[in-house]
Structure formats: C-alpha cells, structure tokens
C-alpha cells in the first residue's frame, strides 16, 4: 500500500471507491444545483395531465407562454389511474402539489369530500365571469353543463376541456342491405323495432362461420353503457344539492328499459365484447356488432384499431326516448384545476386560459383527437367542417357541434365513484335475475335491489359531516 492510498484511508476509512463515489455525487449534485439556480430567476409553473395526446397539442403553446411571461413551465404526465390519488397525496403531504392540473371527470367528485376551504382546488366563479376575447364573459362561450359537471356547493373548480356528445356508430353497408334508413331511427322505439331486423341471435345452421350479430354494442363489466342512456334522460346519481338518485323513478324506469332491450328473448344488444378490450374492434369489423354508442373520442380509438375499415362506418344522431327529445348523451370528460397550493395562482390561471381558450388548440385538438371543443368561439374554423374519408366522407366535427349544446349535465359528488361501482353491480345484479326469471318478479327485483344500494351509499354519506 502506498504512503498516498494509506493517507486516503485514514482520512476516509471506508475506502477508495466509495470515496470516487462521493465526489461524483457532490460534483453531480454542484452541477444540478447549478443548473436549477440558472432557472430559479425565472418563475416557475408545474403542470400535471394524463394524456399524451393533450401534452403534444400543449407543447409549442407552453413554449409561447414561457417566452411571453418569463416563465419555466414543467409538463408532467400522471397516468390516469392514478392521477387523483398522487394529487390528494400531494396535497396532504404539502409537497409536489402541481399549480394546474388535469383530472378525469369520474375522479373529480373525490376531491369535494371535506370543507369547502379544504379542497385544494382554486374556486374559479369569478374567473370564469371574466371578459372574453370572444366578448361576453368566458362563462358565456362555454357549453354550460360542462362547467355545472366541475360545480360543487355553488362553487365551479375546473375548466372544461371537452364536451364529449354521444352519436350512433354504425355499419351503413348492413342498414342498406336490411332497407333501414337512418334518418327514420329517431326515437328508441323505432332503432329496436329496426334492431330486430339486423340482429341475429342464433348462429345459421350450417353456416362455416360464426354469424350472429347484434344490433347494439353494450358494456357488461361497467355501468357505462346504462348510465349513458340514463344520462341522456337527464338522470343523475347525485342532485345539485347532493342527493342520492341511484334509487329515484327515474333511473328504476331506465333500468327496467335498458335490461329488457339488452337482456330479454327480443334482446338487440350484447356485451361479449366491450370497449376497450381488443375484441370490441374486432367485433365491429367482422360485424357481431352493427351500431356502437360513439362519443367523440372514441372514432379517433376506432381510426387507430381499425385502420384498414375505413369507408365501413357513418355517424348518426342518438334516438330519443320520446319524440322531439334530446338526441345525445356524454361518456367522459376532463377538467382543468388551479390548486390552491401553489405560489402564483394567477399565473396559473392565464396559462389555462392560453392552452383552452385557443384557437389553434381546438384545431389541433379534433385535427388530431377528434375531440370538440367547449367553447363555441372556436367552433368556426374549418377543421369541423372537413369531410372524413375514414367516415364514408361525413363531417363528423359538424356533427358533434351540433350535439354538443344538447349535452346533459353530470353532477360530480363525494360519492359518485360508490354510486358508480354500486349501479354497476345491481345492473349485473338485475340483468343475471332477468335471463333466469324473464318478468316474473323482475320489476320487484329491481327496485329491491336499487334501494338496497342507495341504502348502503346514504349510510356511508352520513359518515361524513360535510
């Protein structure tokens, strides 16, 4: 051992090498503190999302607004599974809590369970009754039941980005085999009187291939594919002023329609295959499945996992439960937050206004997403209007715009995910009594059984005091 190596070891007994160790570390952590000190002069925004897609629309504006407020903005995706739980985190630890943030819609109720001056997102009333550069207040551009679905205790805490109406999906090749126009399919009753005609539920005898179809896609492992229908006749899990629905005549009345078209000897629709698994595409090209409930995101999903199907599909508005009534529903959505944690609220707020409330965003947004904007400002450019080559040459964008203000309104609550996993057990409850008893006792079943689980949710809710 030299006199050199013999000195290192009595000034650092542990060795050489862990030694070499350290001073790569401290050099390496001089340099970041270095670098971060460069960028501590700037003021500094974290951004939270949990698309990909959104980030890549945002890219080049984030780097505008940096440019014209000086500013270092940090865009971070969360993945949506766990976005809402690593925010509550974040806000319970008081550190890492972004400044803004996108949540999915069935995660916002979550965040409104305790005082109002605790739920960490920026009340944004005042905000949104701000002058637009559209003129009239921004209030006034947005579809309103968006910003009603992000309103609790009279207070609006997110920003809509999306409006998400709901349209029909259809195989336009079978309707015109069959002779179905539809134009004339306006009311339910008379897509199911059409659904009987395409709808094959026994396999043809002697047929090489399996060649059932089913008139209508429905979701069996969720209560998606129902509450899409309920929603559409203006039911809610949750009134404005927080009361549970999931047991109101409403929703009994929906139910007992939806199990017996879904679920009785005439049935039209099936759920062996449903949205996202890999074989609801496939279903769809082979045509197990003629129509499909089809918000606006989902033709991008379908353009993506059906690439070589496109000139097979078309669009139409959703039948009505009565006629004359409302021809669309929504499935899905996302709210943009201000949290209350951050140092520069309003930094934050203009930089959410620079992302929606633009222009090119809401281009780039459908161009790319297929996604419509909220504000109606936006809604002139041409993009809405192109012909789409995948979609036999519709203007889906046309179409969805002229949903889009007929959208309902979906209340968010404390609650709503129970309601949520409760309504999807009592329709797998009531539709497995329903292909065993038929009508015998169903209606009684049901009611039982959508009491029993408002009773279970309202014994939960009285457990928390706000």
């Not at 295959?273 to 379908?302: H, M, R, S």
Request: net charge negative; glycine share 8%.
């Amino acid at each position: 051992m030299t006199l050199r190596r013999a000195a290192i070891d009595r000034w650092f007994p542990l060795g050489l090498a862990p030694l070499v160790l350290l001073v790569i570390a401290a050099i390496a952590f001089a340099l970041r503190f270095q670098t971060v000190g460069a960028k501590g002069d700037r003021e500094r925004l974290v951004f939270w999302s949990f698309a990909d897609p959104h980030l890549a629309v945002y890219e080049d504006l984030i780097e505008d607004f940096e440019r014209e407020h000086g500013v270092e903005v940090e865009a971070r995706n969360v993945h949506w599974r766990v976005i809402g739980r690593r925010l509550r985190a974040a806000m319970w630890s008081g550190e890492g809590v972004p400044d803004l943030v996108e949540i999915p819609q069935e995660r916002v109720g979550s965040f409104f369970s305790g005082p109002v001056d605790q739920i960490g997102l920026e009340e944004l009333t005042d905000r949104v009754n701000e002058l637009s550069p559209a003129g009239g207040t921004i209030r006034d551009d947005v579809i309103e039941p968006r910003l009603l679905a992000y309103s609790h205790r009279g207070g609006i805490y997110g920003f809509p980005h999306d409006v998400h109406p709901t349209a029909i999906a259809y195989r336009w090749r079978d309707f015109e085999q069959a002779g179905v126009d539809p134009a004339t399919l306006t009311t339910w009753d008379a897509f199911i009187e059409a659904g009987q005609m395409l709808t094959r539920r026994e396999r043809t005898p002697g047929s090489p291939t399996d060649d059932r179809r089913y008139m209508l896609s429905i979701d069996e492992l969720t209560c998606n594919t129902f509450q899409t229908f309920y929603a559409q006749r203006g039911g809610n899990w949750f009134d404005a002023d927080g009361a549970l629905l999931l047991d109101s005549d409403l929703c009994y009345e929906t139910l007992l329609w939806y199990i017996r078209m879904a679920y009785g000897p005439d049935r039209i629709a099936d759920g062996a295959a449903p949205f996202p698994n890999a074989a609801f595409f496939q279903a769809i090209k082979e045509g197990y499945y003629v129509c499909f409930i089809c918000p606006d995101w989902l033709t991008k999903n379908i353009e993506d996992n059906l690439p070589g199907f496109g000139g097979e599909l078309r669009l139409m508005p959703m039948p009505a439960f009565t006629e004359g009534g409302r021809r669309t529903s929504t499935w899905g959505a996302t709210m943009l937050s201000v949290t209350t944690a951050g140092d520069n609220e309003d930094l934050a707020w203009a930089l959410a206004k620079h992302l929606y409330m633009n222009d090119e965003v809401s281009r780039r947004t459908f161009a790319e997403m297929n996604i419509v904007s909220p504000f109606r400002s936006t809604w002139d450019q041409p993009v809405y209007a192109e012909p789409r080559e995948y979609w036999s040459g519709q203007p889906i964008g046309k179409l969805f715009l002229d949903l889009a203000p007929e959208v309902p309104t979906l209340t968010n609550a404390p609650f709503v995910p129970l309601a949520q996993q409760r309504a999807t057990s009592v329709v797998s409850e009531v539709a497995s009594y329903y292909r065993v008893n038929g009508e015998n006792g169903f209606e009684a079943y049901t009611r039982e059984r959508l009491d029993a689980a408002a009773s279970y949710i309202r014994k939960q809710m009285k457990r928390n005091p706000f």
